[in-house]
């Protein structure tokens, strides 16, 4: 009987009843790659499967199983890109559209309401594109921005049942929320989507995210210059000193392209107590460091990226993108947060003058 009861265990382990099983088949091109692979869409990139494509008839099958549903990439070869699925269960199909030039996935809920969204959602930003290119106003690209956030919206509230609405929701939408409003929004997902990777990634956030809330106590930083001493934030704290706590970095186009506000403003409000605690995500400290230079960003700058191409200061302030910058009072509590452009300099008239 002990016997049978330790069979029976290590039979439920092998059979897997945890997880997701996945079936995803289709047919490639003429003259496809003759290998294929199927790669997690995170950061890590793993391969999660390959398989070998039939050259008689162009068709390849995945089968297998993986912990939770996710967004994959089925890679070639060369590790280009053919296409995005979502693997859940159920059946996946990959087909080549001729007069797209493209592959599509379909078959089950998440990849057959993506195909759809993801039209919807294109549209938009070739309208914004196409508006852009034709000199439209500030407002009117504004107005299509919101256009676009409401249309993220309107397609989670319509998946908040499976993986598609899952990954706009923690990839998309939820940038644009405050604390309250993603944990509202976390609790409208079923039990079994809230305890993916991602949407545990997205409670995580909400947590940090309250803590650098307008009104919350800084949180303490301590990163080296460009001489490779440490500077704590700390030490600009106070004494009628308004800090902006700015996350950048060299490669981030946004963030240079908000440098002209940022030296506007410094220079105007410098001898009045205002100052900067530039932290860079940058990897090339050589780099960061000559860029400083030759752009004249004469207050403090700190890199915030430690050998291991961790950034302790932008996880505890729950930096997901950058830029990101907090505005910290003489009482050491945030004021304001994320000013972009003009609006720096504004907010800090009403402080000054």
Request: charged content about 25%; glycine content about 8%.
């Amino acid at each position: 009987m002990k016997r049978l009861i330790v069979a029976l265990l290590s039979i439920a382990a092998l059979c897997g009843c945890k997880g997701v099983r996945y079936d995803i088949s289709g047919t490639m091109a003429q003259d496809a790659a003759g290998q294929i692979y199927l790669v997690s869409a995170d950061a890590e990139q793993a391969t999660i499967a390959s398989t070998t494509i039939d050259p008689a008839d162009g068709t390849f099958r995945f089968k297998g199983r993986v912990e939770e549903p996710m967004l994959a990439i089925l890679t070639d070869d060369n590790e280009s890109p053919i296409t995005a699925l979502f693997i859940e269960e159920g059946k996946v199909t990959v087909a080549y559209d001729e007069n797209q030039g493209s592959y599509t996935a379909s078959g089950t809920v998440s990849n057959d309401n993506f195909n759809a969204a993801n039209d919807q959602l294109m549209q938009l930003q070739m309208k914004y594109y196409s508006q852009a290119q034709s000199g439209a106003s500030e407002e009117e690209q504004q107005q299509l921005i919101e256009e676009y956030n409401a249309a993220i919206q309107s397609i989670v509230d319509k998946n908040q049942d499976n993986i598609l609405g899952a990954y706009l929701f923690a990839r998309m939408e939820s940038g644009n929320l405050s604390a309250a409003e993603i944990r509202a929004r976390l609790d409208k997902f079923p039990k079994k989507l809230r305890e993916t990777k991602m949407l545990k990634e997205i409670e995580e956030f909400a947590a940090k995210s309250e803590k650098t809330e307008v009104g919350a106590p800084y949180i303490e930083i301590v990163a080296k210059d460009s001489e490779g001493k440490d500077v704590a934030l700390s030490s600009l704290i106070g004494d009628g000193k308004w800090v902006l706590v700015d996350f950048w970095a060299t490669w981030c186009g946004p963030c240079r392209e908000e440098i002209p506000y940022l030296k506007a403003a410094y220079e105007k409000y410098a001898d009045n107590g205002f100052a900067i605690y530039g932290v860079s995500l940058d990897n090339d400290a050589d780099a960061w460091k000559k860029f400083i230079s030759d752009n004249g960003m004469n207050w403090t700058n700190v890199i915030g990226i430690d050998e291991n191409k961790d950034s302790a200061s932008a996880d505890v302030y729950g930096i997901r993108s950058i830029p990101s910058n907090f505005l910290i009072g003489p009482d050491g509590k945030i004021a304001a947060k994320n000013l972009r452009g003009e609006e720096v300099e504004k907010k800090l008239k009403e402080i000054f003058e």
